[in-house]
């Protein structure tokens, strides 16, 4: 079995830089056949960066790039109702044939939680969300979703069905 390799790109960039897109672009263009996947964060805001939506990149790159396997790096379980999250994230699955992985974390720059209106809880707090929100999101395939009980996102049972590989 050969040896696969993964990287991240930019979707972020200075004042004065060259365009971060770009950038990743021609980054992807360069890769060896021995890359497989391709991982980009999934920041709001950070420092004065100029950032692109993670997801909207992803799908870019995904139709533009159809030989990698995509992932964010990871997607803050804070920013989208772990619903949404699942619905996104079937529909990315379904729209590459396959070539998505979810990666979900508990998220940790508070300057972005802030700047967007997020409640900014502890890490023990964020955690546990994590973990319930994931639950969730998991069961919500299987359309099976439970109810969200931490008293921060209201759920009413939504359906995302998934969608047939092709």
């Not at 990287?7 to 890359?35: H, M, N, V």
């Not at 497989?36 to 692109?52: G, R």
């Not at 396959?98 to 990666?103: D, V, W, Y």
């Not at 069961?139 to 995302?160: A, E, K, L, W």
């Amino acid at each position: 079995m050969a040896i696969e390799f993964s990287t991240t790109i930019r979707c972020q960039w200075q004042q004065g830089e060259p365009d971060g897109i770009a950038y990743s672009r021609a980054k992807l263009a360069s890769l060896p056949a021995s890359f497989s996947t391709i991982w980009i964060q999934d920041h709001l805001q950070k420092n004065t960066q100029i950032l692109l939506e993670s997801w909207t990149t992803l799908s870019y790159l995904a139709a533009q790039f159809p030989r990698f396997t995509y992932g964010h790096l990871v997607a803050c379980q804070s920013f989208r109702n772990p619903a949404l999250l699942a619905k996104m994230g079937a529909s990315m699955q379904y729209l590459t044939g396959g070539r998505f992985i979810m990666g979900v974390g508990a998220g940790w720059l508070e300057e972005e939680y802030r700047a967007y209106g997020y409640d900014f809880p502890s890490p023990g707090v964020r955690v546990a969300q994590l973990g319930e929100r994931s639950r969730c999101c998991g069961r919500c395939g299987r359309n099976h979703p439970p109810p969200i009980t931490d008293g921060s996102i209201t759920s009413s049972r939504p359906t995302v069905s998934r969608a047939p590989i092709p």
